[in-house]
C-alpha cells in the first residue's frame, strides 16, 4: 500500500530544494495555465469598462503607506510564485484589492489604509487570536507595518493554501 493521508504511515519526504521562478517562467506557465483553462477573464479592468466617477487611483497618502509598507511588492512576489501571475490587482482610492480564482474558488485580500494603519481583509475567513485582529480585519500600526517581515508574515498565512482544495481529498 501506498502511504498517504487516510493511512497511519508517514509519507515520504520530499526532496529538493524549492527555487523562485524567472519571470520568463512564470509568465510561460501563466500562459499555458489560462491556455488549458480557455479563459478569456482579463487580469485588468479596461478603462472603457469604469464609470466615469470611478477612480483605479490611490489617494496620495494612501498610496505612501502602500509603497513604504512594501505591500504591493511583496503581493506581487506572492501572486507571481505562488499563483502563477493569474491574480488581478485593482487600485482604489483606499487601497489595492487582489483577486484570484474563479467561480466557487474565488478569494481575495483588500489592503486598504485608515489614517496611518494599514489593513487586511479577506474573503476566506480564518479563526484568528491575533492581538491586531479585530472582527476579521487585521490592523497593522506603523510601527508594524514598516517591518517587511511582519508584512510578509501575515501574507505568508494567507497564501498559505492560496488555491481552494477540498477537505475531503
Known amino acids: 500500500m501506498t502511504s498517504g493521508p487516510n493511512n497511519n504511515q508517514p509519507r515520504e519526504k520530499i526532496v529538493g530544494q524549492s527555487r523562485s521562478l524567472s519571470d520568463d517562467e512564470a509568465q510561460n506557465i501563466t500562459e499555458m495555465i489560462r491556455e488549458v483553462q480557455q479563459s478569456a477573464r482579463q487580469l485588468s479592468i479596461p478603462s472603457e469598462d469604469l464609470d466615469d466617477q470611478a477612480t483605479t487611483a490611490m489617494r496620495a497618502e494612501v498610496a505612501t503607506v502602500v509603497a513604504q509598507s512594501h505591500v504591493r511588492d511583496i503581493l506581487e512576489r506572492f501572486n507571481r ?32 489604509v485608515e489614517g496611518s494603519n494599514l489593513i487586511f481583509e479577506t474573503s476566506h475567513e480564518r479563526t484568528c487570536s491575533k492581538p491586531y485582529c479585530q ?35
Open 81 to 112: 510564485n505562488y499563483l502563477y501571475g493569474l491574480g488581478r490587482f485593482d487600485e482604489y482610492d483606499r487601497g489595492l484589492l487582489l483577486k484570484w480564482g474563479d467561480g466557487y474558488s474565488r478569494k481575495h485580500i483588500w489592503i486598504t
Open 135 to 169: 472582527g476579521g480585519r487585521h490592523i497593522f500600526t506603523p510601527e508594524q507595518w514598516r517591518d517587511p517581515r511582519v508584512i510578509n508574515e501575515e501574507l505568508g498565512e494567507q497564501f498559505h493554501r492560496p488555491i481552494y482544495e477540498r477537505s475531503d481529498d
